[in-house]
């Protein structure tokens, strides 16, 4: 399917209107590459991140798992629900930007404080499992902050081909055949102006140096002697 023909203004004003969009367009086309390389920067940064929170968090959810057990294994089941607390941990997220683009860039997270005196293996437990936590939510930040940075970098590069390789060009075509019409619509009133000027060519004029030619009667022959006409003296002939 052909792209839709531009509506451009005839004449000089169409050509000053797409060269004031085609500028418009490359400085776009230059920003949203600058934009592209900012952000394929961070999102290479990004990725680093995500995969060592992703690795601290499974080494520090398999440190709470053992500790679990063996808390389990010493206290019993009891002795763990017992110490649970009652309130839930809190979680801070900081947000950061990069070129408009707003993704989280950190995130905290706060336990409650034991509610009862807690065994050696219950609280190795306890803190392996904070840890475990303030793992998970670091590795949450980091991936949600990845997946924006993904989504954001895909949408820039598409625009900027869209603007590069259709738009630019649309408007560069559009130019040259406005130019062009321009160029052909100045030679041709320069032909005729140059026409118009010639010597001998005016228009509704005769030809230099011709003379009106004399009215003679109707129904009457021109003599060829001078002076008469058909035996009558001329003047009996009056002209006009």
Same mark, same amino acid.
Request: charged share 25%; proline share 5%; net charge positive.
């Given at each position: ?19 004031? $969009?085609? +500028? ?13 390389? &900012? ?11 995500? #995969? !060592?929170? @992703? ?15 063996? +808390? ?10 017992? #110490? ?12 950061? #930007? ?25 609280? @190795? @437990? ?10 998970? &939510? ?6 949600? @902050?990845?997946? &924006? ?7 820039? $590069? ?33 032909? $005729? ?11 509704? !004029?005769?030809?230099?140096? !011709? ?12 003599? &060829?002697? !001078? ?6 003296? #001329? ?6």
């Amino acid at each position: 399917m052909s792209p839709r023909r531009l509506a451009v203004p005839p004449g000089r004003a169409g050509r000053l209107w797409l060269t004031r $969009r085609l +500028a418009v367009a490359r400085r776009g086309a230059d920003l949203l590459d600058r934009k592209l390389q &900012v952000l394929q920067r961070e999102l290479d940064r990004r990725r680093g991140s995500a #995969a !060592s929170a @992703a690795a601290e968090g499974e080494r520090r959810q398999a440190d709470a798992d053992g500790w679990l057990l063996r +808390a389990a294994l010493l206290g019993g089941e009891r002795a763990i629900r017992l #110490a649970a607390a009652d309130t839930f941990a809190e979680v801070m997220i900081s947000h950061g #930007a990069t070129m408009g683009v707003r993704y989280p860039a950190d995130a905290t997270c706060t336990t409650p404080l034991p509610v009862c005196r807690d065994g050696p293996a219950l609280a @190795a @437990a306890r803190e392996a499992h904070c840890a475990a936590l303030a793992a998970a &939510v670091r590795h949450a930040a980091a991936a949600e @902050a990845l997946r &924006v940075l993904e989504a954001e970098t895909a949408a820039t $590069r598409y625009r900027l081909r869209a603007v590069r390789d259709r738009w630019i060009p649309r408007l560069e075509q559009a130019l040259t055949e406005v130019t062009l019409a321009i160029e052909e619509q100045e030679l041709a009133d320069a032909a $005729r102006l140059r026409l118009a000027t010639r010597p001998g060519r005016r228009h509704g !004029s005769r030809e230099a140096g !011709s003379s009106p030619r004399a009215w003679h009667a109707p129904g009457r022959r021109q003599s &060829v002697s !001078s002076g008469t006409c058909a035996g009558y003296p #001329a003047s009996a002939f009056p002209v006009g």
